[in-house]
């Protein structure tokens, strides 16, 4: 079974998408600073011999190397999120989401393992009609059309981005759900 690294694995999503994988029979290595992410999340699989957690950033590109050198897959979910950290640090939260999101893919590609990039919800804080679409009015511009620069076009073979989708859950009040992966990764679909 492949060896999941997923930065930001404290947090809601990383740490059901942990949860998932390990009772498929995966290896999974989480990355997180806690500084949104919550150990308490990963109560639930502490002591299971499969998982191992690391309490470190994305920047620190010592441990970064060293884990993308163990992982197969590489799921990026670390970042700054919470519309009030982003409206009181626009420039520090920017800096953590493009500078984190820059190393995990050079890591990456450096070491020719797939990653799964997940944007922030925080995309849709500017559109005013509910349900949020994709083709909407965003902060980014709508997902579903590439922009001059985005992640979109890193090549298909060293990189899949995948926005989320909101959803209630009992473990937080509010949360996301990965879409169907492509079929290479639908072994590693987390459920809510």
């Known amino acids: 079974m492949p060896t999941f690294l997923i930065t930001g694995g404290a947090g809601f999503i990383g740490s059901h998408l ?4 390990l009772a498929q029979g995966h290896r999974v290595l989480v990355l997180d600073d806690l500084s949104s992410g919550n150990v308490e999340n990963l109560s639930q699989i502490r002591s299971n011999p499969a ?3 690391v309490p470190d950033s994305v920047a620190n590109e010592y441990v970064l190397a060293e884990l993308v050198d163990r992982a197969d897959i590489v799921f990026h979910l670390a970042a700054t999120v919470g519309v009030f950290n982003i409206i009181e640090s626009p420039v520090a939260t920017i800096l953590n989401n493009i500078g984190g999101t820059e190393a995990v893919l050079k890591m990456a590609a450096k070491k020719r393992k797939t990653v799964l990039v997940v944007s922030t919800s925080e995309v849709y804080g500017k559109s005013q009609s509910v349900p949020f679409r994709e083709d909407g009015d965003l902060v980014s511009g709508p997902t579903s059309i590439p922009m001059p620069g985005e992640l979109r076009s890193v090549p298909r073979e060293a990189g899949i981005i995948e926005p989320l989708a ?12 990965p879409p169907p992966y492509p079929r290479s990764l639908r072994r590693c679909h ?3």
């Open 18 to 21: 942990a949860e998932a994988a």
């Open 190 to 192: 987390c459920p809510a």
């Open 51 to 53: 998982f191992e957690f």
């Open 166 to 177: 909101v959803v209630w859950t009992p473990r937080r009040n509010l949360a996301a759900i």
